[in-house]
C-alpha cells in the first residue's frame, strides 16, 4: 500500500503523517483490514521511508527521505523512497496476479515519480504473472512509461474496477441484458 491510500494507513498505525492529508473516515476500515491480514498472516506492504516535502509543491523548497515514523509537522509525504520502492519490487516477484491501483507518489510531479516508475517496471518485467491496473492517474503513469503492452489489463476505472473486484454490481453492466 502506498501513495495517497498509505498516509491513511500510516496514521492509522499511530504515526505521524505530517500535513499529509488522511482519510479520517477510512481509519477504522484501515485498521480493520490490517487486523483482517494479520488475522490470515497476510503480509500488507507499507513503506518504511517516505520522501517528504515542506510544500505540496512540484518544486519544493526542501525535501528529505525520512522514516514514516519521523515525518514532521506541516510536510507533506510526496512519495515512497527509493528503499521502499525496491523492497515493493522484490515483493512483486512472489505474486502471481497484481491488482495495482493508484500511483506510489505524486507521480505528475517528476520531483516525486521514482516509486511509481520503480513499481511499473518491476511488474512490466515480470514473467507469468497477471497484472491489472486500474484507476486513471495510474493508467496514465503507465501510458507514460510506455509500459501498457507489459501489462494484462490497464482500466481507467480504479473505483468501478474495484468495485467490480468487490463483487458489487456495476449500472453498466447491470443495464447491458435489457439493451
Do not use: Q
Request: a negative charge; hydrophobic letters at 45%; one cysteine or more.
Amino acid at each position: 500500500i502506498g501513495g495517497g491510500m498509505c498516509v491513511t494507513f500510516l496514521n492509522a498505525l499511530g504515526y505521524s503523517t505530517g500535513a499529509s492529508r488522511i482519510e479520517e473516515d477510512r481509519l477504522e476500515f484501515a485498521k480493520e483490514i490490517m487486523a483482517r491480514a494479520e488475522a490470515g498472516n497476510v503480509k500488507l506492504h507499507l513503506p518504511e521511508n517516505v520522501v517528504i516535502a515542506n510544500e505540496f509543491a512540484a518544486d519544493p523548497a526542501e525535501t528529505d527521505v525520512m522514516h514514516v515514523g519521523d515525518v514532521p509537522d506541516g510536510w507533506y509525504i510526496m512519495d515512497i523512497a527509493p528503499n521502499s520502492a525496491e523492497d515493493f519490487a522484490k515483493a512483486l516477484t512472489t505474486c502471481k496476479t497484481i491488482i495495482w491501483n493508484g500511483p506510489m507518489g505524486v507521480f505528475e510531479m517528476p520531483k516525486f515519480s521514482h516509486g511509481t516508475r520503480t513499481v511499473a517496471n518491476a511488474i512490466a518485467g515480470l514473467t507469468g504473472v497477471t497484472s491489472v491496473v486500474g484507476g486513471g492517474s495510474t493508467a496514465e503513469a503507465i501510458e507514460e512509461l510506455g509500459l501498457m503492452d507489459k501489462m494484462t489489463h490497464v482500466s481507467t476505472g480504479g473505483g468501478a474496477s474495484l468495485e467490480f473486484l468487490e463483487g458489487k454490481e456495476l449500472p453498466g453492466i447491470a443495464a447491458l441484458p435489457d439493451a
